[in-house]
T-cell receptor
Framework: KQEVTQIPAALSVPEGENLVLNCSFTDSAIYNLQWFRQDPGKGLTSLLLIQSSQREQTSGRLNASLDKSSGRSTLYIAASQPGDSATYLCAVSYTGGFKTIFGAGTRLFVKA | DVKVTQSSRYLVKRTGEKVFLECVQDMDHENMFWYRQDPGLGLRLIYFSYDVKMKEKGDIPEGYSVSREKKERFSLILESASTNQTSMYLC????????????????FGPGTRLTVL
């Protein structure tokens, strides 16, 4: 069964800290992997998309890495800010199908 | 900017009512999706449509139906609402799905929080 797991479920850090969010997936034959951000009561916003042939993607203070062989991805957030407080979801798409499998998310709280 | 809009942000209905949730996208995307999101369970796919009048069942289609008469509009229908359908419903659209090749960023609407009493 294709599953996506995110650890930790929740994280609280002081402002300015660098942090890493983890995502693992059971089936390594992925097509791509995305990280999304979700603010309370809102929809999802795509942050980074990594194709299966890529190892990482960067956008501003965010860096996402992909290791297909171990079934893992990490989202690195540098110099965290209170505005980064949100839930971060990892989602994996597979070749030959239309489904995207989502993790349950990591709720991040950055304290000022 | 891609825009996906949903007809209601909050909705309260009674058990047994027929409920319509509407989603509209303005990017001429072929693919549209309906998900529900529940605490601890992540997003689960209800239905998917890859073209007008075409649909595919997702993981949890029971109790739901969909309609896509125009490319930009995808409706989710709860034939007879039940309390276990209380949830956040999210609509998304994309230009490609994984089997077609290329990137597949999904764009999400703001969500509809449905409460069934």
């Amino acid at each position: 069964k294709q599953e996506v797991t995110q650890i930790p479920a929740a994280l609280s850090v002081p402002e300015g800290e660098n942090l890493v969010l983890n995502c693992s997936f059971t089936d390594s034959a992925i097509y791509n992997l995305q990280w999304f951000r979700q603010d309370p009561g809102k929809g999802l916003t795509s942050l980074l998309l990594i194709q299966s042939s890529q190892r990482e993607q960067t956008s501003g203070r965010l860096n996402a890495s992909l290791d297909k062989s171990s079934g893992r991805s990490t989202l690195y957030i540098a110099a965290s800010q209170p505005g980064d407080s949100a839930t971060y979801l990892c989602a994996v798409s597979y070749t030959g199908g239309f489904k995207t499998i989502f993790g349950a998310g990591t709720r991040l709280f950055v304290k000022a | 900017d891609v825009k996906v809009t949903q007809s209601s942000r909050y909705l309260v209905k009674r058990t047994g009512e027929k409920v319509f949730l509407e989603c509209v996208q303005d990017m001429d995307h072929e693919n549209m999706f309906w998900y529900r999101q529940d605490p601890g369970l992540g997003l689960r796919l209800i239905y998917f449509s890859y073209d007008v009048k075409m649909k595919e069942k997702g993981d949890i289609p029971e109790g739901y139906s969909v309609s896509r008469e125009k490319k930009e509009r995808f409706s989710l229908i709860l034939e007879s609402a039940s309390t276990n359908q209380t949830s956040m419903y999210l609509c998304a659209s994309s230009s490609l799905w994984p089997g077609q090749g290329g990137t597949d960023t999904q764009y999400f609407g703001p969500g509809t929080r449905l409460t069934v009493l």
